[in-house]
């Protein structure tokens, strides 16, 4: 199916475990993005990425990795998971340039115990 | 600078009436402003976006009021509809050189039957 996907879409971890969210979308858009929305705060971008290899830190970065080896595939890693990064998290993608960002994944929901 | 305040955080519309957000920004060089729409469950859509060039743009029942010298712009839903009960976001961006964008948090939007 065309678009883009997201998994898993409910997680459960336990502080201090590494957890991948993993996105992956169909249209071969060139710039992919990673937001976590919390009630109060809206959308905030964690990462984005304008090319395979290419990533950049957006406005909450800190203990988030990403990478971006193939253009479909945009990979969220929480390296060691903290409590205050529950949240609800949507990857997006974009064809043009500047980024008319259109379309957004289904959302992961995370929550840290 | 880079804040954009939305508001009301919820509002309560009858069917067939209008439903009006207001968006605020600081920074005079975001030159993209887009809203997104959000059914429970489901990832942010791009509902209608306006460019500073232009006061006002139109599409179906949904308009967007841009006042440049204000720094502010607005959302109207004109003949509210229950299927239009959702979270409305604003946003804004600059369109070269970053992709990074600013939303607003959220008003959550309930049209009466």
């Known amino acids: 199916d065309a678009g883009i996907t997201q998994s898993p879409r409910y997680k459960i971890t336990e502080t201090g475990r590494q957890v991948t969210l993993m996105c992956h979308q169909t249209w071969s858009h060139s710039y992919m993005f990673w937001y976590r929305q919390d009630l109060g705060h809206g959308l905030r971008l964690i990462y984005y990425s304008a090319a395979a290899d290419i990533t950049d830190k957006g406005e909450v970065p800190d203990g988030y990795v990403v990478s971006r080896s193939k253009t479909e595939n945009f990979p969220l890693t929480l390296e060691s998971a903290t409590r205050s990064q529950t949240s609800v998290y949507f990857c997006?993608?974009?064809?043009?340039?500047?980024?008319?960002?259109?379309?957004f994944g289904p959302g992961t929901r995370l929550t840290v115990t | 600078q880079q804040q954009v305040k939305q508001s009301p955080q919820s509002l309560i519309v009858q069917k067939g009436g209008i439903s009006i957000i207001n968006c605020a920004y600081e920074?005079?060089?975001?030159?993209?402003f887009p809203w997104y729409q959000q059914f429970p469950g489901k990832g942010p859509a791009l509902l209608i976006a306006?460019?500073?060039?232009?006061s006002e743009k139109k599409e179906g029942r949904f308009t967007i009021s841009f006042n440049k010298s204000a720094k502010q712009f607005s959302l109207h839903i004109m003949d509210s509809q229950p299927g239009d009960s959702a979270t409305y976001f604003c946003a804004a961006s600059f369109s070269s050189g970053t992709y990074k964008y600013i939303f607003g948090t959220g008003t959550r939007l309930k049209v009466l039957a």
């Open positions: 306006i460019r500073p060039d232009v």
């Open positions: 997006a993608s974009s064809e043009s340039v500047p980024g008319e960002l259109q379309y």
């Open positions: 920074n005079t060089a975001f030159d993209y």
